[in-house]
């Protein structure tokens, strides 16, 4: 049985440590920061229309550090820690498995990558190639999930979980197909995820499947953080004695202003999104990116949300209200920094940008005098 050592006991992680050992293929080593004691002595309950309700649930093995996790060789490494590059980067995060003796006694893992944004994989890469021993072998990948850890030990799921992967190729945006050696490296890690009970597609271009999924954060994630409401605020109509009583919802009172000027503007975000994904070379196809796509992410969106048991809170959201650092630089200012390389203007994007490294900043100049006090 292969050893797997995943690093981030967040929502994300909780979940993807739950599926890879329920498909018995594999044992998990989790590296639990911040909720490691609780998590050891009250285990994890998960509430999942999906996978049920689940209580006192602990992997194989629990670490307070990747140090400690250092022991033995992993066949995959999975980084589910929030990618927020102004705190720490992953080559620094995973260090004692990039230098020795870790590199002398043991092969060089593959590491998966499930992180939200763009360019996430590509300090890691640099980092593995700099090791000199192998090539590095980098799963790059686009999570959908609706998931939220409530409490420490306390993860919210919906039911539907699904991973897009592929190989990560740095700095190639082009399509290419998977060669032999990649497929049998991907299609193993499918094959444990899948069993586990996760809906899994291996795609050839990694890099056009994140940038597309992409949109949902940078439309939906970014305002729901700057408005302070979720999703059913912007489409959920008013609850019925059928339905019964839910918030948020769209009041009729002022709702027209909603569809004039609020759902409009969103759409133009994507738009955005669509024109600059077009100018790096996407193909306006259904492998790359169709014209579609963006009204495709709004309507699903909206169906999702006009739910009465939607009760999902992005994770950016979530992350200012517990004060905690955002992904602002990996989810907007990638694609701001690749809207100037590519000359493409996205005014509506770059306000969304504005506005967040200001709570980005307060959320950061908090976090130093609570560790300066």
């Given at each position: 049985m292969?050893?797997?050592l995943?690093?981030g006991f ?8 739950l ?9 998990v ?9 609780i998590?050891?002595?009250q ?12 209580e006192?649930w ?12 250092a022991?033995?060789?992993?066949s ?7 990618a927020?590059?102004?705190i ?13 003796p870790?590199?002398d006694?043991?092969e ?7 992180q939200n ?6 300090d890691l890469?640099?980092?593995v ?9 980098v799963?790059?990948?686009a ?7 409530v ?14 992967m ?7 945006m082009?399509?290419?197909e ?8 991907l299609?193993?890690?499918k094959g444990?995820l899948?069993?586990?009970?996760s809906e899994?597609t ?6 056009w499947?994140?940038?597309a999924k ?8 970014s ?10 605020a ?7 004695e ?12 002022t ?9 409009p503007?969103i759409?133009a ?9 077009h100018?790096?070379g ?5 492998e ?5 796509n ?5 309507k699903?969106?909206?169906?999702l949300?006009m739910?009465p048991?939607?009760?999902?809170i ?6 200012a209200?517990k004060?905690q ?10 694609v701001?920094q690749l ?11 770059e306000?969304?940008y504005?506005?967040l490294?200001?709570?980005?900043n307060q959320?950061l100049r908090k976090?130093?005098?609570s560790a300066?006090a």
């Amino acid at each position: 049985m292969k050893d797997v050592l995943l690093i981030g006991f967040g929502a994300v992680g909780a979940i993807y440590s739950l599926i890879l050992e329920r498909s018995r293929e594999v044992r998990v080593t989790v590296v639990a920061r911040s909720n490691y004691e609780i998590v050891k002595d009250q285990g994890m309950t998960f509430h999942s229309k999906k996978y049920g309700e689940v209580e006192g649930w602990r992997p194989y093995r629990l670490c307070r550090s990747v140090h400690e996790a250092a022991d033995r060789h992993y066949s995959y490494v999975l980084i589910t820690t929030k990618a927020v590059p102004e705190i720490q980067r992953t080559p620094d995060l995973i260090s004692p498995l990039l230098r020795a003796p870790y590199i002398d006694l043991y092969e060089l893992p593959t590491y998966v990558v499930m992180q939200n944004g763009l360019g996430v994989e590509r300090d890691l890469y640099k980092a593995v190639q700099g090791i000199g021993k192998d090539e590095p072998t980098v799963i790059g990948t686009a999570v959908w999930i609706g998931t939220n850890l409530v409490t420490p030990n306390e993860v919210e799921h919906t039911f539907f979980d699904r991973v897009s992967m592929g190989i990560y190729r740095d700095g190639d945006m082009k399509l290419t197909e998977n060669s032999p050696k990649e497929t049998a490296i991907l299609e193993e890690f499918k094959g444990v995820l899948s069993a586990g009970g996760s809906e899994v597609t291996i795609v050839p271009q990694i890099q056009w499947t994140k940038y597309a999924k992409n949109f949902w954060n940078v439309a939906f994630a970014s305002i729901s953080t700057l408005t302070g409401y979720t999703l059913p605020a912007f489409f959920r109509p008013p609850p019925t004695e059928e339905t019964g009583p839910y918030a948020p919802y769209v009041d009729p009172t002022t709702a027209d202003k909603i569809s004039v000027y609020t759902l409009p503007n969103i759409e133009a975000i994507m738009a955005e999104l669509v024109q600059l994904g077009h100018a790096m070379g996407i193909p306006e196809t259904e492998e790359g990116l169709p014209p579609t796509n963006a009204s495709n992410v709004f309507k699903f969106t909206r169906q999702l949300h006009m739910r009465p048991d939607s009760v999902h809170i992005p994770s950016m959201m979530l992350d200012a209200q517990k004060g905690q650092p955002l992904e602002v630089e990996v989810i907007i200012g990638e694609v701001v920094q690749l809207a100037r390389e590519y000359k493409v203007d996205i005014p509506r994007i770059e306000m969304l940008y504005s506005l967040l490294v200001v709570v980005q900043n307060q959320i950061l100049r908090k976090r130093a005098v609570s560790a300066g006090a």
